[in-house]
T-cell receptor, first 111, second 113 residues
């Protein structure tokens, strides 16, 4: 079964607001997580990753937070834009080369 | 910008027919992956190549599925005697090093009637 899973399948956010997408994982030994964005008709695109020796990592308008105590990670998108409308997946690297993806959260940005 | 290229983008076939998908990875990438994605779900790992060697096949890949990467460059995924349950998006990805950053193609969507 899935080793990572998302809390909500959909998220609607007002343009300019911040978005928070949550994900839970089951294996306390997991040590590498990745967020992907998939726009309609396209393949997934890497956004940001985090290893278990970190609690927080920031990119351009995105921040990933990792809480190992409750086995939870989140992706925060600042000042959400229409181009952020997509499906977002959290994934875990379960071996040297295999990613296990969650089911995805569909983010819709309202103008 | 030459990213990962997949062909055909769409394939409609009748049950029982064979189909083949091709993936051209980013040229310097030695790692190549195939994933399958059904509607509303995340991608599921199918198989992995390092150069021309196929190092793992998921149990999702029945005997009707075969993947090759003959010269360590492009790869093909063949499905024999297609079934309706094979209808999905077949995604190819490549990478240069062991990491979570895979570069995905736009996928080949298969519809089996």
């Amino acid at each position: 079964g899935e080793s990572v899973g998302l809390h909500l399948p959909t998220l609607s956010v007002q343009e300019g607001d911040n978005s928070i997408i949550n994900c839970a994982y089951s294996n306390s030994a997991s040590d590498y997580f990745i967020w992907y964005k998939q726009e309609s008709g396209k393949g997934p695109q890497f956004i940001i990753d985090i290893r278990s020796n970190m609690d927080k990592r920031q990119g351009q308008r995105v921040t990933v937070l990792l809480n190992k105590t409750v086995k939870h990670l989140s992706l925060q998108i600042a000042a959400t834009q229409p181009g952020d409308s997509a499906v977002y997946f959290c994934a875990e690297l379960v071996s040297d080369y295999k990613l296990s993806f969650g089911a995805g959260t569909t983010v819709t940005v309202r103008a | 910008d030459t990213g990962v290229s997949q062909n055909p983008r769409h394939k409609i076939t009748k049950r029982g027919q064979n189909v083949t998908f091709r993936c051209d990875p980013i040229s310097e990438h030695n790692r190549l992956y195939w994933y399958r994605q059904t509607l509303g779900q995340g991608p599921e790992f199918l198989t992995y190549f390092q150069n021309e060697a196929q190092l793992e096949k998921s149990r999702l890949l029945s005997d009707r599925f075969s993947a090759e990467r003959p010269k360590g460059s492009f790869s093909t995924l063949e499905i024999q005697r297609t079934e309706q349950g094979d209808s999905a998006m077949y995604l190819c990805a490549s990478s240069l090093s062991p990491s979570g950053e895979l570069f995905f193609g736009e996928g080949s969507r298969l519809t089996v009637l």
